[in-house]
């Protein structure tokens, strides 16, 4: 990471009141009228057109990885899109994920 | 607090206990990673009380490991968080009659979970008085956001004792599989969600960030319409 801590603040507090803005704007300013249907229905996408672009560069190229993707990346990553799928639970798809991808960690410490 | 409105309250904080399972490990990870990634403890807190909103920050971190452009980091995390424009749509109707310090409280605090169990509570429960529903809103949200900030301070404190060599950061990508995929509903999530892939990896090359918001563009403009041609074929 390479920003000044002014910048790190900057971000976090830009983050803060964009996000109030979103969550604020029609209790706050447009009261109780409704949202054209077309914009209502673009926005219902907007989680599942951001976040699987964004994870599937960081599936393919881990950050950390100091050999690239290994076999161990892609069976947690199944893993927690697998079981969340079939779940429809966010939290079984976590823990799931995370069971296959340390796995290795955890029995070289037993 | 009358006690209509202290029973309402409390129906919101056992309401929302479930919810706790899921918003515990979470707040939890973002401490660990925000930690790793360099933040201190007081930039990893203030993400997490003034944002409380853990996708965005999960989404800004890695942008910031990415050393992306500050802009293209904004307009990723506020991507994210479009969705609740649309809470904010859903809650009006029942809650628009609340004093501005009230509705500016209840926007701060409307995430996935408190719009969940408002705007389903407000629907089964058409006669509910107003200061009721402002009331059952706090109980659900004043019970869900302290646990998050108080797991992120404890996953910071964890994350300093896990060793480097653990690639914690990977965590992030498993966290976002595990909530896009239950969100996976229809042909149109699904087509919106490919194209996501398709162009964020076909266009990676270009300047950190931009890439990413061409591909969620597009994917939107494709969840719509497909949704669009299948509602109209059947």
Request: aromatic content about 10%; overall charge neutral; hydrophobic content about 60%.
């Amino acid at each position: 990471m390479n920003y000044s801590q002014f910048e790190i603040w900057l971000i976090i507090a830009l983050i803060a009141v964009g996000t109030f803005a979103i969550r604020f704007s029609f209790l706050g300013l447009i009261g109780s009228k409704r949202m054209a249907p077309v914009i209502e229905r673009t926005l219902r996408f907007t989680p599942v057109a951001v976040l699987p672009g964004m994870v599937a560069p960081l599936v393919l190229w881990p950050t950390d990885a100091a050999d690239g993707v290994t076999l161990l990346h892609l069976a947690a990553a199944s893993a927690a899109v697998g079981t969340a799928y079939l779940t429809r639970k966010v939290i079984w798809g976590m823990l799931a994920g995370l069971g296959v991808f340390f796995a290795p960690v955890i029995f070289a410490l037993l | 607090m009358r006690s209509v409105e202290r029973s309402a309250f409390w129906t919101g904080v056992v309401d929302v206990l479930p919810f706790i399972v899921m918003v515990v490990p979470f707040a939890t990870l973002f401490g660990v990673v925000a930690i790793e990634a360099g933040l201190s403890l007081a930039q990893t807190l203030s993400f997490s009380v003034l944002v409380i909103a853990g996708a965005s920050q999960f989404a800004a971190l890695q942008l910031m490991l990415d050393n992306a452009a500050i802009g293209f980091i904004l307009a990723a995390a506020l991507a994210v968080n479009l969705r609740m424009a649309m809470y904010s749509a859903a809650l009006a109707p029942h809650l628009g009659g609340a004093p501005l310090l009230q509705r500016a409280f209840i926007g701060y605090l409307n995430f996935d979970h408190s719009y969940v169990l408002a705007v389903a509570k407000y629907e089964d429960q058409p006669d509910m008085p107003l200061p009721s529903r402002v009331a059952y809103f706090s109980g659900v949200s004043l019970t869900i956001a302290p646990l998050w900030c108080l797991f992120t301070y404890i996953g910071a404190e964890i994350g300093a004792w896990i060793p480097s060599n653990w690639e914690v950061s990977f965590v992030v990508p498993l966290a976002f599989l595990s909530t896009v995929a239950p969100m996976l509903k229809s042909p149109a999530h699904i087509a919106a969600a490919g194209v996501s892939i398709v162009l964020a990896l076909a266009l990676a090359g270009l300047p950190s960030g931009s890439g990413l918001l061409i591909a969620a563009l597009c994917a939107m403009i494709t969840g719509v319409v497909v949704e669009t041609l299948l509602e109209r074929s059947s």
